[in-house]
């Protein structure tokens, strides 16, 4: 067995059987405390994706600056949006200082976006009842947008395939009139499902008939394109809370995208280091001039003190101490 499915299996086992199904999450990895060694660079980038939340455009900080101290000295990365090329080893800087997840996964995606859309053009040549005509909404949405549309409950999902021009929005009109129901809706969608791609109108507890994407879920994409656990995982905790409420409600069934959404980003992060979720208080050893170093360098940094610990995590005006610790899931007692 491949060790990928291997280790999907056991996640599966964990959370269904050793949580019980009483557990409200059934599927909990979280950041467990420990010493650690070789810091990476990387590890930092993730750090500071999952501590900081960026909750407007002006917090999206402009610099990151990214500290590793250890017994061999301090060492440093700089990043600014300006400088940074769409590199891979950028890449996750660059995804921390933007909210258009394309600027930085298109070229990941280039292929499939590609694909997706002569799949749209196929399908506008195939759906032709006569005194019909179809229209593509929408495409691109930034991640304000979505963010909104889940606010106003228009939307199921933090970050949708719409994010990554991997959805689309479809209306069908008849003399120049958009149709908000029609069973058309369900032949566009068979004809879809006969390119490859999937219909909104299957969607479990939230049917969607004018919308059709590339991916059967995000889990489905993150799997193929691991790089992309990185925009999903600041969304890890909404993702969290609502599988969570629609199980207490016994609706599991209806989150079921959101649990393998889930299983896949913990695969993702299990056995990596991580700033464990409660903040600590400033370390003794710190001085006044420790803070006023970074004074002028960075809107946003990270700095790893690998001996004492812990990590401090700042964006903009807010920083905070975090114990530092590895993913691994938590055995009950
Ligand atoms: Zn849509």
């Known amino acids: 067995m491949p060790l990928k499915i291997c280790l999907f299996f056991i996640l599966i086992f964990c959370g269904f059987t050793v949580y019980g199904v009483q557990e409200i999450d059934s599927l909990p990895l ?39 101290e250890n017994t061999t000295g301090i060492k440093s ?28 996964w298109g070229n990941t995606l280039a292929q499939e976006i590609e694909n997706f859309k002569s799949l749209k053009d196929s399908l506008a040549k195939v759906f032709n009842p006569k005194g019909y005509r179809l229209k593509f909404l929408q495409n691109e ?29 479809v209306g069908i009109y008849r003399r120049g ?28 507890g939230f049917p969607d008939a004018g919308h059709i994407q590339a991916f059967s879920n995000g889990a489905n994409l993150v799997q193929k394109f691991p790089g992309l656990a990185f925009e999903y995982i600041r969304f890890k905790e909404i993702y969290e809370q609502n599988y969570a409420s629609a199980f207490g409600r016994g609706q599991a069934d ?12 913990n695969k993702n992060r299990v056995q990596k280091i991580c700033a464990c979720k409660q903040a ?14 970074f004074k002028h360098v960075s809107t946003g940094y990270v700095y790893v003190h690998e001996q ?22 938590a055995a009950k007692n």
């Open 30 to 68: 979280d950041c467990h405390k420990q010493s650690v060694k070789s810091v990476n660079f990387e590890d930092l980038q993730w750090m500071f994706r999952e501590r900081v939340r960026v909750e407007s455009q002006d917090q999206i900080p402009t610099h990151l600056d990214f500290f590793i």
């Open 254 to 265: 209806l989150v079921e995208d959101t649990r393998q959404l889930i299983v896949e980003l």
């Open 280 to 293: 600590i208080p400033i370390p003794k050893e710190l001085s006044a001039e420790w803070f006023e170093q």
């Open 77 to 104: 990365q700089k990043y600014s949006f300006d400088t940074a090329s769409i590199k891979k080893e950028n890449l996750l800087a660059l995804s921390n200082m933007t909210d258009d997840p394309l600027l930085v």
């Open 177 to 204: 009139r958009y149709l908000r129901r029609s069973n058309l809706y369900a032949r566009l969608g068979s004809l879809a499902k006969d390119l490859g791609a999937f219909w909104g109108g299957d969607f479990v």
């Open 141 to 169: 949405r930034g991640l304000a947008r979505q963010m909104e549309l889940l606010n106003r409950g228009r939307s199921m999902t933090a970050l949708s395939l719409h994010n990554f021009n991997l959805a689309v929005d």
């Open 308 to 329: 004492s610990g812990w990590v401090y995590i700042k964006n903009r005006d807010s920083g905070y101490f975090y114990p530092l610790g590895v993913y691994s899931f």
